[in-house]
């Protein structure tokens, strides 16, 4: 529900005026939600390959790469935050679809402005609270790696400004396009 998804995708073959505002708006969300997953892509990747050469080297040479524990502490933070981009972006976080599938159309539009503006408030104070652990993370080293730790954390500034971006565009979206009913069939992720 965050970024006003559940929505039609197809903005451009309603009958109608074009809306670029609108169209705009998609592209953005689908630009943040290919940035997560490039991210996402990478950061497993990372991590992947280094604990893979690592065991190998381990194994064939008694000795592995001295980084390689902590390059977990780079890649997992962005790896969520691309994680959390893809999923809000798709609006597959998590959300309890029970209400809005039994509201009215109108009130169904209401309730999803409302949530994707209790999301943006969310994003912001937590972008905002968040800045006195950036500021500590860049006096902080990690030991092996020499890198400083504000770039793990600043993962945590991508994730809540990207989320705070999908939900204020979503705001757009549930403005100018039709709810439509989920199917339950279809949209469980269990």
Known sequence: M???????PDVESKKGRSRPF????????????????????AMLSLTFVTLL??????YATGAGI????????MTLPWLVAGGIVIASARARNIAILLLPDVLNPTWQRALLITVNVIIVVISV??????????????FQTLSTLGIKQIWGYSSLVYAFASMAVIAALGVVRVAYIAPEKSDPEHSSLS
């Open 22 to 41: 609108l169209t705009a708006a998609t592209g953005v969300i689908s630009a943040l939600e290919w940035s997560g997953k490039i991210i996402a892509f």
């Open 66 to 73: 001295a980084w390689a524990y902590e390059i977990h502490a």
């Open 2 to 8: 965050s970024s006003g998804a559940r929505m039609q």
């Open 53 to 58: 050469v690592n065991v190998i080297l381990r």
């Open 125 to 138: 104070n937590v972008l905002v609270s968040s800045q006195p652990i950036l500021k500590a993370s860049k």
